[in-house]
């Protein structure tokens, strides 16, 4: 996450971390083998990399990994770190738009489409449950069981949802299966095109959640996860 500059550091958001933080931490790591960072691209290109913990240690060795950032950005903000390139098999991803359609509506146009199982994208809790609530009728006429996934659950929960099933699930998740996590088995995305993102009220002093539209980036992520 890129550092946001506020006028009161002692008032930054939990989880923002200036250049210097993550350098001294790794410095005073005795046991450790590779840390392996997932990016996606950030706004410059280079998924706000960190470049001062790999010069405060010789022997420290940083692997960032993703399956859509160019490479060639971040290799040059890392003094020209090498670049391994894992070929991939592409599968075409077919992409239809119902910016009227309700969640409902949406659902109900891919469950009579595909066999497999769905992942529905929603920006918070609140929408999952309201989307669970109202879709049971039709999961029912078409065979499907509905399962939710987001970052406030028990660790066994998700591991639970995580699990291959013999079922047909739709899973109604946030974000957090957009990299952190990989739910198997996809046949179709819903994408609500929202994410819930913290932001500093400045007035009140506090993080508040906002619900914004996701990146064009996000969008392509999430699409790859079918």
Known sequence: TRPQHHE????????VRERGELARELVELEDFE???????????????????ARQARDDLRILVMSATLD?????????????????????????TYGPSD??????????RRTEGNVLYFLPGRGEI??????AVKVLHAYGYSGVTLHGS?????????????RYRRVTFTTNIAETSLTVPNIAAVIDSGLHKAARYDASRAVDSLVT???????????????
């Open 102 to 111: 309700s969640p409902n509506e949406a659902l109900f146009q891919v469950l």
């Open 212 to 226: 914004e539209r996701i990146s064009a980036d996000s969008a392509d992520q999430r699409a790859g996860r079918a």
């Open 129 to 134: 449950s309201r989307a669970l609530g109202g």
């Open 153 to 165: 659950m028990p660790p066994e929960d998700q591991r639970h949802v995580l699990r291959p099933s």
């Open 71 to 95: 490479p060639g950005p971040p290799s040059s903000f890392l003094n020209d770190c090498p670049v391994i390139d894992v070929p991939g098999i592409l599968h075409p991803i077919e992409i």
């Open 8 to 15: 009161d550091p002692e008032r930054a958001p939990s989880g």
């Open 34 to 52: 590779i840390p392996a960072r997932e990016v996606e691209q950030g706004e410059h290109g280079h998924g706000g990399g960190r470049p001062g």
